[in-house]
């Protein structure tokens, strides 16, 4: 199950697309849904907050 749900999540993140139909499928899902959404999120943050670290980084040499 988590496989299938996190497929889903990757295609939340097709810009292409609309992801209508894909967040339809999440709500069906349910609370199973939730862990891996939660990760993705985390995934998300920490990539924003390591490059903004590198941008203040960049600045001080």
Known sequence: MTTHIERLI???DD???PSYDTRAE????GPDAIPAIIND????????LYSQF??????RT
């Not at 999120?41 to 990539?47: G, M, N, T, Y």
């Not at 590198?54 to 600045?59: K, P, Q």
Request: net charge neutral.
């Open 54 to 59: 590198w941008r203040v980084d960049a600045g």
């Open 10 to 12: 990757r295609q939340l």
């Open 41 to 48: 999120l985390a995934d998300r943050a920490q990539v924003i």
């Open 26 to 29: 999440l709500i069906d899902i």
């Open 15 to 17: 810009s292409s697309s």
